[in-house]
């Protein structure tokens, strides 16, 4: 993180340990080991940096879950810890891998947030649809 760090940022640091505290321990681990959390603007995405090698050295990747609590700052602790969570399962389902639109993602991740006892953090999916059909356009 570029700049001086605030309070607001430890109470953000607190809300991922949290989160991890409570994610199944395998999740935990793989969460720890394998992502970075970088706060930055933009609303939530998880993803994965694949690094530029010398010939012959093997493959380097850093997956990465970037948030922006600046535009869920007025959101309660737990609506907050279901978005994190829910960039995580983005992570555990190799999302982060592809970066390609998925309408069906969106799901997929809220339904394992479910399972790990957090709240889905979309009701409507349709929107994912739209957004996908237009994207479609776009390439043709």
Known sequence: MIGD?????DRNKILIAKILIALPEEIRNKVLSEVLFVLLEVYGIAGCLSIPVPKGCKKIEQSFILLNFSLIEKQSEDCKMDFITHEIAHFILGHNKSMTYDPLAERKADDLVE???????????EQF????KINQKRQK
């Open 115 to 125: 399972k790990w006892g957090f709240n889905r953090v979309y009701n409507d999916y």
């Open 5 to 9: 760090a605030t309070v607001e940022d």
């Open 129 to 132: 649809e739209r957004m996908a």
